[in-house]
T-cell receptor
Framework: EADIYQTPRYLVIGTGKKITLECSQTMGHDKMYWYQQDPGMELHLIHYSYGVNSTEKGDLSSESTVSRIRTEHFPLTLESARPSHTSQYLC??????????FGPGTRLTVL | GENVEQHPSTLSVQEGDSAVIKCTYSDSASNYFPWYKQELGKRPQLIIDIRSNVGEKKDQRIAVTLNKTAKHFSLHITETQPEDSAVYFCAAKVQGAQKLVFGQGTRLTINP
């Protein structure tokens, strides 16, 4: 079934650890996005990609990095997790100017 | 760049009454305005959208209106039901831009 998949769905990790949040979509979408959202609060764009080998920083300063080596895959990496990174991370994608779809999110807790 | 302001931040209405959420945008080149609903613990989902060549769009109990001159658009929910309780986000996209700019969100509570 065409959808956006995020793994893991929940992650509890200690300070200083390196983590990668996975996002994959099976809809052939060219544009992909990462948002940070505290539950029920504003959506903050942290990274986006127009297509393979293109990445841009979003509106919210982030210590994370992204890569887009394949159309369907847009992982987000935190080199050294801190408690301030505790939040929900939502991946999204769309094709051209069509509807933007969100993934189910990863809820990250850094102790 | 584009800026979107959303009001109110919280809204409580009696079941069966109507709810209205308003958004203003700053860039007159914006041409696409979606609304997302996010239920507790779930992902945001598109409920309705409107493009700048249309002034109003309806889908059953929900409607969106757009006033390009005043640069504002609104979500109208009629005959509200408990399942309408959620956080609603408006957004705008400038023509040619690659990203949506979201409003701050409105937490809608429907009281039985």
């Amino acid at each position: 079934e065409a959808d956006i998949y995020q793994t893991p769905r929940y992650l509890v990790i200690g300070t200083g650890k390196k983590i990668t949040l996975e996002c994959s979509q099976t809809m052939g979408h060219d544009k992909m996005y990462w948002y940070q959202q505290d539950p029920g609060m504003e959506l903050h764009l942290i990274h986006y990609s127009y297509g393979v080998n293109s990445t841009e920083k979003g509106d919210l300063s982030s210590e994370s990095t992204v890569s887009r080596i394949r159309t369907e895959h847009f992982p987000l990496t935190l080199e050294s997790a801190r408690p301030s990174h505790t939040s929900q991370y939502l991946c999204a994608s769309k094709l051209g100017t069509d509807t933007q779809y969100f993934g189910p999110g990863t809820r990250l807790t850094v102790l | 760049g584009e800026n979107v302001e959303q009001h109110p931040s919280t809204l409580s209405v009696q079941e069966g009454d109507s709810a209205v959420i308003k958004c203003t945008y700053s860039d007159s080149a914006s041409n696409y305005f979606p609304w997302y609903k996010q239920e507790l613990g779930k992902r945001p989902q598109l409920i309705i959208d409107i493009r700048s060549n249309v002034g109003e769009k309806k889908d059953q109990r929900i409607a969106v209106t757009l006033n390009k001159t005043a640069k504002h658009f609104s979500l109208h929910i009629t005959e509200t039901q408990p399942e309408d309780s959620a956080v609603y986000f408006c957004a705008a996209k400038v023509q040619g831009a690659q990203k949506l700019v979201f409003g701050q969100g409105t937490r809608l509570t429907i009281n039985p």
